[in-house]
């Protein structure tokens, strides 16, 4: 079994290139769209955003927002340990508003966006797919690179994940056309996962230097995530608060055949 995950390991390098090269594809693209958007904007649009240009934003459409925010495991087995600290998440979205009323106090959000979450492992093991098809958590120390444990050099072990969002949402703006206004949204989110890896931070036995390991893989984790969120601020900064109604891996094949769900806690910023 030592040979095999061995193996794993050497044979993921080249796809530890691929996922980096995936992620700036994904990178590039998003801000392209929002380009694309601005400008067919522009062509029919040659007024101010008077409202806008008093705030010192950028003369654009719609809202793009940032979130910086934790995740929290809901549901979890007592044997998966994990640090909510290191559990990080940023999402991006741009979303059009659509005014529902005369005063656009309120306004509904059809939007887009890119998901990043980390779940971030503290026991000292990382997710493996063993031969029935199932993801199990094992020991690091089943796994050796170059002959080497890892179970005592081991600084950091998680799981990263990223997602093509679609937010729907209603928005309620007290001033709308004011810079210091109370600002409040309902709404749900789905989105599609795109990419998938656990990385590992170790000390190289042989010659003491902390490398990094990535490795790709589907773990058995759903492809959709599906939930809500409300977020309520004043200015540009809010707090947010989302929850995922779909569990983290498919049904029955995650470790444990635990079904747990992931919370986010965190703050929102709209750039836009």
């Known amino acids: ?68 925010g934790w995740n929290i495991l809901s549901d ?32 509904f959000r059809p939007g887009i966006g890119l998901g990043f979450e980390n779940i971030k492992f503290s026991d000292g093991r990382t997710l493996y797919e063993n031969e029935s098809g199932n993801t199990e958590l094992i020991e690091l120390s089943e796994l050796k690179i170059g002959g080497n444990s890892l179970s005592s050099s081991v600084s950091k072990s998680k799981l990263a994940t990223t997602f093509l969002d679609i937010p729907l949402e209603i928005g309620y703006d007290l001033k709308p056309n004011s810079k210091n206004s109370f600002r409040v949204a309902l709404g749900g989110r789905i989105g599609y996962r795109i990419s998938a890896h656990t990385k590992v931070v170790y000390k190289n036995a042989q010659n003491g230097d902390e490398e990094i390991y990535k490795q790709q893989g589907d773990y058995n984790l759903n492809d959709f995530r599906y939930g809500a969120y409300i977020r309520v601020g004043f200015n540009w900064i809010n707090l947010y608060y989302y929850e995922n109604f779909s569990s983290v891996f498919k049904s029955d094949k995650g470790p444990g055949r635990t079904d747990m769900t992931t919370m986010q806690l965190g703050l929102s910023f709209n750039l836009f």
């Open 76 to 107: 979890r087995p007592s044997d998966i340990g994990y640090s909510w600290w290191g559990s990080r998440v940023v999402n991006l979205a741009y979303q059009y508003e659509f005014p529902l009323s005369a005063n656009k106090k309120f306004s």
């Open 1 to 68: 079994m030592h040979a095999n995950f061995t193996y794993l390991w050497h044979s993921m390098r080249k796809r530890e290139i691929i996922s980096h090269i995936n992620m700036k594809k994904y990178l590039l693209i998003f801000p392209a769209v929002l380009f694309f958007l601005s400008a067919s904007w522009a062509q029919e649009n040659t007024t101010t955003d008077v409202a806008k240009m008093k705030k010192g934003m950028p003369d654009l459409p719609g809202n793009f927002t940032v979130d910086f």
